[in-house]
């Protein structure tokens, strides 16, 4: 139990439809970062926010965006959905910026038809 | 990019042996991390070592890294059934990218049989 919630935990869309997926960090912890992770590969790196501000991207397109709220929850939105975008999406929280533990929620399945 | 990889992809034991997994990265670190991740679930955190530190114990879980080989193992002794998952390493990049940015292998998927 790492206390970062996500929801939902599982959905089905349709391509060029849009979701958004929510995550609730673990008390106390001031940044989350959101993981793609395909079947059979690891997790994929898509952003992270630290204070509510976009800190560092991977190599996703624009229609992949975010926000953090004031009580560290956090959103992530994918616009113009895509077969590939099909995968658990993880959400990670930590309590500093610098490289340490994340403590993950137990994802979001996306399914795109 | 996926900066670690482990090795071997899938490794399958009896309960009571020893597991080794391996993994590989690209370029200067802080820190590798090894994590858990039941089937279809969330990552569950095991071990960090630092990148000036050779050797971690944790219970039944023993990390070695080699930064001049960039290589890190993983050792879960005596396993048992419940250690079935993949296992992923994770690495940061010291090179000034983003603080807290994880680049994870495909990891190692590990069964061990009662």
């Known amino acids: 139990e790492t206390g970062v919630t996500q929801s939902p935990t599982h959905l089905i869309k349709t391509r060029g439809q849009q979701v958004t997926l929510r995550c609730s960090s673990q008390?106390?912890?001031?940044?989350v970062s959101w993981y793609q992770q395909a079947l059979g590969q690891g997790p994929q790196f898509i952003f992270q926010?630290?204070?509510?501000?976009?800190?560092g991207r991977g190599n996703f397109p624009p229609r992949f965006s975010g926000l953090q709220f004031p009580n560290y929850s956090s959103e992530l939105n994918v616009n113009a959905l895509e077969l590939d975008d099909s995968a658990l999406y993880l959400c990670a929280s930590s309590l500093v910026l610098v490289p340490g533990e994340l403590f993950f929620g137990e994802g979001s399945r996306l399914t795109v038809l | 990019s996926q900066q670690g990889e482990e090795d071997p992809q899938a490794l399958s034991i009896q309960e009571g042996e020893n597991a080794t997994m391996n993994c590989s990265y690209k370029t200067s670190i802080n820190n590798l991390q090894w994590y858990r991740q039941n089937s279809g679930r969330g990552l569950v955190h095991l071990i960090l070592i630092r990148s000036n530190e050779r050797e971690k114990h944790s219970g039944r879980l023993r990390v070695t890294l080699d930064t001049s080989k960039k290589s890190s193992s993983l050792l879960i002794t005596a396993s048992r059934a419940a250690d079935t998952a993949s296992y992923f390493c994770?690495?940061?990049?010291?090179?000034?990218?983003?603080?807290?940015?994880?680049?994870f292998g495909r990891g190692t998927q590990l069964t061990v049989w009662p």
């Open positions: 008390s106390g912890h001031n940044t």
């Open positions: 926010y630290y204070r509510e501000e976009e800190n």
């Open positions: 994770a690495t940061d990049e010291d090179r000034g990218s983003t603080l807290g940015r994880l680049y």
